[in-house]
């Protein structure tokens, strides 16, 4: 994988258009991410699923979770 294709895209919420490297193991579509934003307020936890575009490549979009043990689609 080249440099581009190391890195995802966040899509929504307060992560949006940020860029992440996603590390030495491939990535897996679907894997969820979990942000949880504490400053000057009230806790604010928002979930990102993993996908693949042939636009924009790898990409995490924000995704509703109810229950912690749900999972959600990437679009």
Not at 34 to 44: A, F, S, T, W
Not at 45 to 72: Q, V
């Amino acid at each position: 994988m080249s440099a581009s294709e190391r890195q995802a895209r966040f899509f929504g919420g307060p992560l949006d258009g940020r860029v992440q490297e996603l590390g030495e193991t491939e990535p897996v579509t679907g894997t969820i991410v979990r942000h949880v934003h504490l400053h000057e307020g009230p806790k604010i936890e928002t979930h990102y699923a993993l996908g693949h575009s042939e636009i924009t490549g790898w990409e995490y979009r924000m995704c509703p979770i109810a229950e912690p043990h749900e999972d959600c689609e990437p679009h």
